[in-house]
């Protein structure tokens, strides 16, 4: 079977600032997201969560009026270098949404290959076929899907669509995983395998998923950060550090109302 994913990485970001038009929505933003472990993005709505993990893999840069300051560095290498490609960081950091977006009347094959074309990336059928297997069981769907792989992904439930999406994304091999709220259109049987998957990922990739539910923020992470915007000031990390931290002794007070439900 081919092997789907390349060396562990850390993903970095320094004093990251962002902007939509003239309004500040994150304020010099530090995190360090490790090797291989689950970084959980917690906070209130609005916070800044989402707009943080677009500066990740340089989506934020495509709404426009959006601009930013900072840095991001993937193993060391700041993403936003002048002479980089854009495609690099996209192929290199993979996105999932919300809303499962799977190509609706493609086929479950052709979806998970789908950003080779798009990367330019050349390969033969037969290792096609291996890496669709493979991006398929690590998702957590092969076992569902192997005899009908030549039906539209639209055809699946909305779990099996997220994680054909989640296989989608690792068929470019990327070296981070980011997940906005990933669960939150789903049943809660399908957001436990989805947990699941992402147990089962975080030994090969570095992951970061936002997410509003604390108990999905406590199982599946191993790193927590709490985002705030207060009064209408730009976003801040409160409190970043190991999830049994954040959840059993915070420092700060703020940390403790919301990780136990008194606001947000
Ligand atoms: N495309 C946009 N144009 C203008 N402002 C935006 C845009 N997207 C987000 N914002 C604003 O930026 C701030 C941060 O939004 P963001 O979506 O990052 O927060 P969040 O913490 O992810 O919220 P939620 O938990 O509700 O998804 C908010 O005040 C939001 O209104």
Redesign the pocket.
Known sequence: MTQVMSALAEIDARAVS?W??E?K??DRVSLLMPAGTVTA?I????????????TLNRMHEL?P??SLAGEVRLSGADIYEPGRKLTDARRQIGMVFQKPNPFPAMSIYDNVVAGLRLTGTRVSKSAKDDLVESCLAKAGLWAEVRDRLRQPGGALSGGQQQRLCIARSLAVRPKVLLM??PCSALDPTSTRRIEQTIAELAHEITIVI?T?NMQQAARVSQQCAF?L?EHGTP?VIVEAGPTETIFGSPSDERTSDYVHGRFG
Not at 43 to 54: A, E, N, Q, V, Y
């Open positions: 962002a939509f038009g309004r929505v994150l993005l906070g209130p709505s609005g916070c800044g969560k989402s707009t943080f993990l677009r709404i009026g959006a906005d709220e936002v509003h985002f915007a976003g």
